[in-house]
């Protein structure tokens, strides 16, 4: 058997096994009198809450989506709107069902990269997407539990648990936009280099110089990455709300998280679903939410019960883009195999010309690192202006 099948399903068992325990654990009563999970999921269900957890965790996901569109024009490439919601909706499936939550992402760059002349630029909007996304997260955390503190809010000053969740964030916050600064003083000779030695890392030197391109080239983009971590501060309000209410389908007892709480602990469970290598983050989301609930002070068997139901939620949402996926593949819009291993899909292939949108000639320029390979230069196009392009939908 292949050598990548088996990791994949070992992946497969660990979050499985890891979910079944967790549900195992919390089955029966817990010895604070709280009810287990084989009582409360007995119990009649708040579908009106689900409901609307739903609706917003589906405008969240859009969000997301248009996030990305956003990061792919930056750089000038052909990409319609509803090219980014279909291979969304798709790259959402593959992350839902396959192992761990970035396989969506894989799928995604192998894609786009298939639809442009610029593959390395292409695969490295789809990093930083991910990128971006996972850094507003730690934003979120940390300026609203600094609000929530600096208010006075009981449910800051007087729980230490949450105090050292929202100092770590502030940390990560200061130690990343430090750097983010330094990286502009950078020349572009020094990150071509610097690119350069990272391939020579023994099997982690390609992903990791294809995140330090997508660092580099957006670094180049302020505006760009400003609306993108705009869209996500948004996208993860509509996230946190979507686990408030599921956190109220179940009829509980020992009590739930208060709004303010999940502001402050769903981005952290969310990091904590993503770097869990399981299909979705399946068994790591359940255990991490526990434990966050624990450390608020209620039933870890709650925190359970909101992660599965927002899996749930996820799964709905997986089917949709499920049907997109196999609607793309009939009209042969997909790679005939999804990227299911731990490389990025990326080439090594310089950048070529664009394929004006108007027929005219563009002018070429020198490309910078995120549309060369590393030890290469290469000219590309200057971009056609977009409203010489042909129309785009949703713009």
């Not at 999970?37 to 917003?56: H, Q, W």
């Not at 970035?102 to 192998?110: C, E, I, S």
Request: hydrophobic fraction near 50%; aromatic fraction near 10%.
């Amino acid at each position: 058997m292949h050598a990548s099948v088996v990791k994949n399903l070992l992946k497969y068992a660990l979050g499985l096994g890891l979910l079944v325990f967790v549900v195992w654990r919390n089955w029966e009563p817990s010895p604070s009198g709280a009810p287990g999970l084989g009582e409360v999921l007995r119990r009649p269900l708040n579908l009106d809450a689900f409901a609307l957890a739903l609706v917003l965790l589906v405008g969240a996901l859009l969000l997301g989506i248009t996030r990305w569109f956003i990061l792919v024009r930056a750089q000038g490439l052909p990409f319609p709107y509803y090219s980014a919601l279909r291979l969304g909706l798709v790259g959402i499936f593959f992350n839902t069902f396959l192992p761990g939550s970035v396989g969506g992402d894989f799928y995604k760059a192998a894609a786009i990269a298939g639809q442009q002349s610029r593959r390395t630029v292409a695969v490295a909007t789809v990093i930083a997407d991910r990128l971006f996304g996972l850094w507003a997260l730690i934003w979120f955390t940390a300026l609203l539990g600094c609000l929530f503190w600096a208010s006075g809010n009981p449910y800051l000053t007087e729980n230490a648990n949450l105090q050292t969740i929202v100092r770590g964030a502030v940390l990560v916050v200061i130690v990343s936009t430090s750097a983010w600064l330094v990286l502009g003083l950078l020349p572009q000779r020094r990150a071509t280099r610097f690119a350069g030695r990272l391939e020579r890392i023994p099997k982690l030197g390609g992903p990791l110089a294809e995140l330090w391109r997508a660092v580099w080239m957006y670094r180049q983009q302020s505006r760009a990455v400003l609306a993108a971590l705009g869209l996500s501060w948004i996208s993860q309000t509509g996230f946190v709300l979507a686990f408030h209410f599921a956190s109220r389908t179940f009829q509980t007892e020992g009590g739930v998280g208060s709004l303010v709480q999940h502001l402050v602990v769903v981005p952290v469970g969310l990091v904590v679903q993503a770097v869990f290598p399981a299909p979705g983050g399946v068994g790591g989301g359940e255990y991490g939410f526990g434990k966050l609930y624990a450390l608020l002070g209620y039933p870890e068997g709650n925190g359970v019960l909101m992660s599965l139901a927002q899996r749930v939620l996820m799964l709905l949402i997986g089917a949709t883009g499920f049907l997109v996926y196999l609607w793309m593949k009939q009209h042969h819009e997909l790679p005939d195999e999804p990227a299911t291993t731990d490389e990025p899909a990326t080439t090594d292939e310089p950048a070529t010309t664009d394929e004006p949108a108007n027929g005219q000639p563009t002018a070429p320029v020198t490309a910078d690192i995120s549309a060369t390979a590393p030890t290469a230069s290469a000219t590309v196009p200057v971009p056609v202006p977009v409203s010489a392009r042909a129309p785009h939908t949703n713009q």
